[in-house]
Each structure stands twice: as structure tokens, then as C-alpha cells.
């Protein structure tokens, strides 16, 4: 099975801050990587597909970039609804696996 | 509006078997793969299974936790996805989300989720 790692598994961010999140595949998964956000108690939301394509609706301070086995998640001027739980998911073979999330915190 | 609505969820006792639904409207349901993830109580999302479209044969894949457990199959007349699970472990224990595949075969979509409890 494909391990995905993020980091780091938590952070703390001021409004306005820029974050970055990190997600590394066990081996080579091209560009098939999405990120979703969770907030508690919510069902996640698609942000990412494709590594850096933006699913519909989704504002562009939400930017993905990578291919291969290293990726990341740019959140640009966090504001107070962007605080949640952020989780990668590769489905370039199966099975799908997730990482382990990354919780953003206010600072 | 895409709507995926789950039910079926309950408390159940080891060993005790259950069937999720979740009913799709809002799109083409017969033209999209759709998965089943689940979140245990504090924990991350863990992928439980996909089953394609008619295209594919309706062909099902799923996690090693679950396989020879759990069935996933759909009904393209009705809208509807299905999760059949049978001899529930306590580590079953989660909110179960049916989701949509989009075109690119990554998730597009997801339901709010219904809770699975196993417990004795």
C-alpha cells in the first residue's frame, strides 16, 4: 500500500498568515493527489484534484502543487472559516489511502 | 444541488451485521464511481471501497480491514449506493460517508455521513 505522510500534523496560524501543508507518497503517484478540508463535526470538502486543479466553487487562495511523491498545500491569507482539518489522499492505485491529517489552529 | 444522504446507521453488537444506503440526487448517478470512507471517533478518514460504473462492470475494490466483510454495489435505478457489512468488528465504529468520484477519479463529493456504533 501507498503510506501518505503530511506535515506537520498540527499548526498554529495567525488571519492573513500564508500556510503551508506537506504530503509525501511512498512512491510515485504521478499527479493523482487531492486535498480535502474537514471541519468538526462536518462532512470533508474537496478542495484539489489532479494535485493542483481546483475543484468547482473553491476560492484560488487554496493553491496544490507537486507530482511524484512530494506535494503541498498552500493556504494564501488564512481567514477565519480556513481553520479546519487538511488531509491528502493519493488515488493513483489501489487501495486509496489518505494521510493523517493536518489540523490548523488559530494562534 | 448534488445531494448524497446516508442512512441506515445504528448501534450494533459485535459480530451483528448492517446496511448503509445513501441516495443520490442532483447528477447523473449511473456515470460516476462512488466510494465509501469512514472517520473512527478522533481518528483520520480511511477509504473503505469504490465500485465503478456500468462501464466498468460495476467493478469493486476495497480496503484489506474490510474486504471479505463488507459489500459495496449500487443500483443505478434508484440512485442508490449501498454498504453491506457483516461480522461487525468494535473497530467498525465510525461515521460513514458515501462520496462522489469525479471525472478525474478523485473525490468531488461527499455526504454528511452516518454513525456505525459496535458495541456489546
Sequence with gaps: DIQMTQS????????????????RA????TNYLAWFQQKPGKAPKSL???????QSGVPSKFRGSG?????????????PEDFATYYCQQYYTYPVTFGGGTKVEIK | EVQLVESGGGLVQPGGSLR???AASGFTFSDHYMDWVRQAPGKGL???GRTGDKANAYTTEYAASVKGRFTIWRDDSKNSLYLQ???LKIEDTAVYHCARVGSGYGVDFWGQGTVVTVSS
Design chain 1, 8 to 23: 506537520p500534523s498540527s499548526l498554529s496560524a495567525s488571519v492573513g498568515d500564508r500556510v503551508t501543508i506537506t504530503c
Design chain 1, 26 to 29: 511512498s512512491q510515485d503517484i
Design chain 1, 48 to 54: 484539489i484534484y489532479a494535485a493542483s486543479s481546483l
Design chain 1, 67 to 79: 507530482s511524484g511523491t512530494d506535494f503541498i498545500l498552500t493556504i494564501s491569507s488564512l481567514q
Design chain 2, 20 to 22: 448503509l444506503s445513501c
Design chain 2, 46 to 48: 480511511e477509504w473503505v
Design chain 2, 85 to 87: 457489512m457483516n461480522s
